[in-house]
């Protein structure tokens, strides 16, 4: 007989067979004893945490003579012998993947309303049902809506946002959660005692996170581990066959990150180069132990969830008692960065070195140490009244504001027209050269006409004025050339480029 993988071997037949999920299996089965059963439901969630075999046992469930007391299929009847059968035609998987066009769809629209061969329901899986191009869902919309009362549709996909919201709207939907550490090391013990293999409990941890929540490549890694090991499948033998990097080694890698020891880093990031460790991998377990540091730093009993070894833990925890949270943080930013710029860089070593150069060389100002001092510092000025240097004073000198009269004017008359609406039209008309001296705003105009229509809402432009620069004490209007256009021009480079860099000599009329 040929190989049958783990994760194949060990799939769930029955509700009570399924890891993590009780919440949906719970739902299901009590519909399943109430017969308040659904026409269409839509599965989500991660890769491999039972969508497809929960669609497989509810699909042989609805049709069994004989449920279990949780609604489960007895297995033994003829139904359930008939629907074991993958030749059967009364439960129909469907790839979306690779029939996504609306033909296929528009097919199965005409063949929904065909009577079930031996069962009662005729149950339709559709696998990664995002896959669909619009008009496949746009033909499916209403025979999902109204389908035959034979017909049953279970959706599945690992990306519910990329579905219509028509179809959300026309299913019962179910969320599947990824598995915990503690759920996966117990799958795994079933799985290798199943097989008659004998194990370290740290090797199942190690699988248990190395499958992130998925029960499936958690299996898949332990197909892998169980051909790899001849004899006891041992913690050092899962760290070799899965290819990732050393905790000891990642740790004391971090451990010189988080110390600001570049040269003690940059030497542990060439040993794991000989490993012939992959890039993204190192940088990714360097954030995962940094994540570990943080929390063994921050948490009471913090391995009560990290499950990590006894021994380990306890490094973990030497490592963040001697670092601080600003050292951490900066350090865990670097690395979650990188880790999306390494899919597209042409050089990805020289980023990973560049950001292990980079978490090690946060300034001391940016810690606890370093923000204290600065405090410290603060206080001691404070204490002296905060008396001026000389540094202080030219500071003061070089950036201290100079008004400008053009300025001040439109500022001002933009603050008028906001709040006085009945003089836009006039301000708006009529648009003067403008110089401040000696507290005094001189506004001039073309002519006596301008400044006579002016001086009627002149009192409105100067409490503008004071309310804004109290210090301006008088506000003329004037007409005339008490500047000429010349003399504009060149005020206006002034304050652009700076006084002092503005040399004005004599000419002739066409210079």
């Given at each position: 007989m040929a190989y049958v993988s783990l994760y194949r071997r060990f799939r769930p037949q029955t509700f009570d067979k399924v890891i993590g999920q009780g919440h949906i299996t719970r739902t299901l089965g009590n519909q399943l004893k109430s017969g308040n059963i659904s026409h269409a439901y839509l599965f989500t969630g991660s890769r491999g945490t039972g969508k497809t075999s929960v669609a497989k046992i509810f699909a042989r469930a609805v049709n069994c003579l004989h449920p279990l007391a949780d609604g489960s299929p007895c297995g033994e009847c003829e139904i359930c012998r008939e629907l074991s059968n993958p030749a059967n035609l009364d439960i129909l998987e469907i790839d979306a993947a690779s029939n996504n066009g609306v033909d296929e769809i528009r097919n199965l629209r005409d063949n929904v309303k065909y009577m079930p061969a031996v069962a009662k329901y005729k149950v339709y899986i559709v696998d990664e049902v995002h896959m669909l191009s619009a008009a496949a869902f746009n033909a499916l919309l209403k025979t999902l809506e109204e389908p035959p009362e034979h017909v049953i549709f279970i959706l599945a996909t690992t990306e519910v946002q990329k579905i219509p919201a028509t179809i959300l709207s026309r299913c019962m939907r179910f969320d599947f959660r990824l598995l915990t550490i503690d759920e996966l090391v117990r799958l795994l013990m079933n799985a290798f005692e199943g097989v008659g293999r004998k194990y370290e409990h740290d090797a199942l941890v190690a699988l248990a996170q190395a499958g992130q929540g998925s029960a499936r490549d958690t299996l898949s890694l332990a197909d892998m581990c169980v051909s790899y090991c001849e004899g006891e499948i041992t913690y050092d033998q899962v760290i070799e066959a899965l290819g990732i990097c050393s905790p000891e080694l990642i740790l004391n890698m971090t451990a010189h990150i988080l110390q600001g020891d570049v040269?003690?880093?940059?030497?542990?990031?060439?040993?794991?180069?000989?490993?012939?460790?992959?890039?993204?991998?190192?940088?990714?377990?360097?954030?995962?132990?940094?994540?570990?540091?943080?929390?063994?730093?921050?948490?009471?009993?913090?391995?009560?969830?990290?499950?990590?070894?006894?021994?380990?833990?306890?490094?973990?925890?030497?490592?963040?008692?001697?670092?601080?949270?600003?050292?951490?943080?900066?350090?865990?930013?670097?690395f979650c960065y990188l880790d999306g710029e390494l899919r597209y860089s042409s050089l990805p070593k020289v980023l990973l070195e560049m950001a292990v150069i980079k978490a090690c060389e946060i300034s001391s100002d940016f810690t606890q140490d370093g923000i204290l001092k600065r405090i410290k510092a603060l206080e001691e000025r404070a204490n002296k009244g905060f008396a001026p240097t000389a540094g202080d004073n030219a500071q003061e000198s070089v950036s201290a504001p100079t008004l400008n009269g053009d300025k001040i004017w439109g500022e001002i008359i933009h603050e008028v027209i906001r709040e006085n609406a009945s003089v836009r039209v006039l301000l708006d008309s009529y648009t003067p050269s403008c110089e401040l001296k000696e507290n005094v705003l001189y506004a001039y105009f073309?002519?006596?006409?301008?400044?006579?229509?002016?001086?009627?809402?002149?009192?409105?432009?100067?409490?503008?004025?004071?309310?804004?620069?109290?210090?301006?004490?008088?506000?003329?209007?004037?007409?005339?050339?008490?500047?000429?256009?010349?003399?504009?021009?060149?005020?206006?480079?002034?304050?652009?480029?700076?006084?002092?860099?503005?040399?004005?000599?004599?000419?002739?009329?066409?210079?």
């Open positions: 040269d003690s880093a940059l030497h542990e990031l060439n040993d794991m180069y000989k490993q012939g460790k992959s890039i993204g991998g190192i940088s990714r377990e360097i954030a995962g132990m940094l994540s570990n540091i943080s929390y063994a730093k921050n948490c009471v009993g913090a391995n009560s969830f990290l499950k990590l070894t006894a021994d380990m833990y306890g490094r973990v925890r030497k490592v963040a008692e001697s670092a601080e949270n600003a050292k951490i943080l900066h350090a865990m930013e670097v073309a002519d006596e006409n301008t400044c006579k229509v002016i001086q009627t809402v002149s009192d409105i432009i100067f409490e503008a004025i004071k309310r804004r620069y109290p210090d301006i004490n008088e506000l003329k209007i004037l007409s005339g050339t008490a500047r000429t256009q010349t003399d504009m021009e060149i005020e206006k480079i002034k304050n652009l480029v700076g006084e002092n860099r503005v040399f004005v000599t004599g000419g002739n009329s066409n210079g």
